[in-house]
Structures are given as structure tokens and as C-alpha cells.
Nanobody
């Protein structure tokens, strides 16, 4: 089990950028797939991006491909989400999630695959 804490949320204009960070506790962070999800008001939580153990494998929702980049630094037990060209409809609470420790790398897009969650970071994109 890992404890997760997001930071870096805030208010940005449409077309702008934000970088979210997620700090994780735990000794086996390097064997966790990490992911970002988001939940807009009145909507279900949805997958945004995931990254494998070493950062060599990534997966993105179609809606963010080419604009968002997920990365990790295992030495710092951290995962990041660089968000560019943000849209007002991407206003949501963004959650960091962890799946592991894993025996093999699995990058799931499903909420149920992730056991550990942060409290979320609010991202507001103004038009």
C-alpha cells in the first residue's frame, strides 16, 4: 500500500498549461503502475493516463493524447502529469492512483484495478 498526495492544481485559462505532481510513500514504488484519473462535476471518474514501472510504457485516453504527458521519477517516489492546451471541459478533480506492487507490468484504464488513491487536486480551466 502507498499513500498518495497530489499537488499543482489551480486555475488556468483555456489553452494554458498545468503540471500536476503526486508524491508517494512506500518502499516498492518502482513496482507500481501509476495513473491519473479525473472527475468532472456530475460525471463519473475517468481514466486520463497511466505509466509503467520504469516509465517506458504509457497509456493515454484518446481525449488527451498529444496534449498530456505522464512521467515518473522513481528516485523521488513521484509521478507527474503535464497538461497542455487545456480545455474548459477538462475542469475536474484530478486523482493520482497506484496499482501494485505488481509481479508483471499492467497498465489498466479501469478504476477497479487501482487500490490506492490520493485526495485529488482541483483543476479549473476558464474560457
Amino acid at each position: 500500500q502507498v499513500q498518495l498526495e497530489e499537488s499543482g492544481g489551480g486555475l488556468v485559462q483555456a489553452g494554458g498549461s498545468l503540471r500536476l505532481s503526486c508524491a508517494a510513500s512506500g518502499h516498492t514504488f518502482s513496482r507500481y503502475t501509476m495513473a491519473w484519473f479525473r472527475q468532472a462535476p456530475g460525471k463519473e471518474r475517468e481514466f486520463v493516463a497511466a505509466i509503467g514501472w520504469s516509465g517506458g510504457s504509457t497509456n493515454y485516453a484518446d481525449s488527451v493524447k498529444g496534449r498530456f504527458t505522464i512521467s515518473r521519477d522513481n528516485a523521488k517516489n513521484a509521478v507527474y502529469l503535464q497538461m497542455n492546451s487545456l480545455k474548459p471541459e477538462e475542469t475536474a478533480v484530478y486523482y493520482c492512483a497506484a496499482d501494485g506492487p505488481q509481479a508483471i507490468v499492467k497498465l489498466s484504464i479501469f478504476l477497479r484495478a487501482y487500490d490506492d488513491w490520493g485526495q485529488g487536486a482541483q483543476v479549473t480551466v476558464s474560457s
